[in-house]
C-alpha cells in the first residue's frame, strides 16, 4: 500500500504532518524551486525534531547549482534534481560523485534519484535513462515529479498509462517508486492504479492549497485516508507538491 510524504518548510509543518498522519518528511523550501534546498538550519531543526518517528527526507536543489552536499546527519534520504542537466552526457557521472560524497560523511543515507516528467522542459534526462542510471548504480528509490510549477499536475505531461508503466520496471528492478507534481485528490485517485510507494505532497497539504502556505494537518489527513482507500474525503483538497 502506498504511503503519504509531506514536504516541510519548517518544525511547526513538520509537527502538522505528523499530526495528520503522514509516513515520511521531506525538507525542502518551495521559494526555491521544485526541489527547493532548504537552510542547513532548517533541516536540522526537523531531523531533531521529528527524532527517528519517521523517516526524514531533504532536497538538495538542482545537481547543476548545488552539487555540494554540505552534511546529511540525521537524513533518511536525500535528492537532487536533473534540470538542466540533459545535454551533458557526464551527469551520470556528476550525480554518482555527489553521492559518494555525501555517502562518505553519512552512510546510512538514501540516494534518491529524480525523473521529471516535463524532462523536455527541464532540459533534463528522460526518465527512462534516469530509471537506467538507478538500476546501474544499485540505488533503490526513484521520484517521477515535475520541474514546472505552474498548476500544471504530472498527469499533464505523462499519461496514465505511461506513469504505471515506469512504476512497473521500478517493481521489477527492485526500486521504490514516489510520484509528485501537483498531485490533487483527482490525480491521486487515478494514479492508485499505478500501485507506487509513496505519493509526494506539498501544495495539496497546504491551506488553500498553496505551496506557499502552511502544511496543515486536517488537509494531511485527508489525503492520508484516500491514499489508504478510505471513504468519505472531502473533495476540495487540490494541489500537489
Same mark, same amino acid.
Given at each position: 500500500?502506498?504511503?503519504?510524504?509531506?514536504?516541510?518548510?519548517?518544525?511547526?509543518?513538520?509537527?502538522?504532518?505528523?499530526?495528520?498522519?503522514?509516513?515520511?518528511?521531506?525538507?525542502?523550501?518551495?521559494?526555491?524551486?521544485?526541489?527547493?534546498?532548504?537552510?542547513?538550519?532548517?533541516?536540522?531543526?526537523?531531523?531533531?525534531?521529528?527524532?527517528?518517528?519517521?523517516?526524514?527526507?531533504?532536497?538538495?536543489?538542482?545537481?547543476?547549482?548545488?552539487?555540494?552536499?554540505?552534511?546529511? %546527519?540525521?537524513?533518511?534520504?536525500?535528492?537532487?534534481?536533473?534540470?538542466?542537466?540533459?545535454?551533458?552526457? %557526464?551527469?551520470?557521472?556528476?550525480?554518482?560523485?555527489?553521492?559518494?560524497q555525501l555517502r562518505r560523511a553519512t552512510p546510512q543515507c538514501q540516494m534518491v534519484a529524480v525523473a521529471y516528467a516535463?524532462?523536455?522542459?527541464?532540459?533534463?534526462?528522460?526518465?527512462?535513462?534516469?530509471?537506467?542510471?538507478?538500476?546501474?548504480?544499485?540505488?533503490?528509490?526513484?521520484?517521477?515529479?515535475?520541474?514546472?510549477?505552474?498548476?500544471?499536475?504530472?498527469?499533464?505531461?505523462?499519461?496514465?498509462?505511461?506513469?504505471?508503466?515506469? @512504476?512497473?520496471?521500478?517493481?521489477?528492478?527492485?526500486?521504490?517508486?514516489?510520484?509528485?507534481?501537483?498531485?490533487?485528490?483527482?490525480?491521486?485517485?487515478?494514479?492508485? %492504479?499505478?500501485?507506487?510507494?509513496?505519493?509526494?505532497?506539498?501544495?495539496?497539504? @497546504?491551506?488553500?492549497?498553496?505551496?506557499?502556505?502552511?502544511? @496543515?494537518?486536517?488537509?494531511?489527513?485527508?489525503?492520508?485516508?484516500?491514499?489508504?482507500?478510505?471513504?468519505?474525503?472531502?473533495?476540495?483538497?487540490?494541489?500537489?507538491?
Amino acid at each position: 500500500m502506498a504511503e503519504l510524504l509531506v514536504s516541510v518548510r519548517s518544525v511547526a509543518e513538520a509537527a502538522a504532518a505528523i499530526d495528520g498522519g503522514a509516513a515520511v518528511i521531506d525538507v525542502k523550501e518551495p521559494a526555491n524551486g521544485s526541489l527547493g534546498r532548504a537552510s542547513d538550519e532548517a533541516v536540522a531543526a526537523v531531523v531533531r525534531f521529528v527524532a527517528g518517528r519517521r523517516p526524514v527526507s531533504a532536497a538538495l536543489g538542482e545537481l547543476r547549482e548545488e552539487p555540494a552536499p554540505r552534511g546529511g %546527519a540525521g537524513l533518511d534520504f536525500v535528492k537532487w534534481g536533473l534540470a538542466g542537466c540533459g545535454d551533458n552526457p %557526464a551527469w551520470g557521472g556528476r550525480l554518482s560523485a555527489a553521492a559518494a560524497q555525501l555517502r562518505r560523511a553519512t552512510p546510512q543515507c538514501q540516494m534518491v534519484a529524480v525523473a521529471y516528467a516535463d524532462w523536455q522542459r527541464a532540459r533534463a534526462p528522460e526518465p527512462a535513462a534516469v530509471l537506467d542510471f538507478v538500476r546501474g548504480q544499485g540505488w533503490q528509490t526513484v521520484l517521477i515529479d515535475t520541474w514546472g510549477k505552474n498548476g500544471q499536475t504530472l498527469l499533464d505531461w505523462m499519461p496514465l498509462e505511461e506513469v504505471a508503466r515506469l @512504476c512497473r520496471r521500478c517493481r521489477a528492478a527492485g526500486v521504490r517508486v514516489a510520484l509528485a507534481g501537483s498531485l490533487g485528490l483527482a490525480e491521486i485517485g487515478r494514479l492508485r %492504479a499505478a500501485a507506487p510507494d509513496w505519493f509526494a505532497v506539498r501544495s495539496a497539504a @497546504c491551506r488553500g492549497g498553496q505551496r506557499g502556505q502552511a502544511v @496543515c494537518p486536517q488537509r494531511v489527513r485527508h489525503l492520508a485516508r484516500l491514499i489508504r482507500g478510505a471513504a468519505g474525503v472531502p473533495s476540495g483538497t487540490s494541489g500537489g507538491s
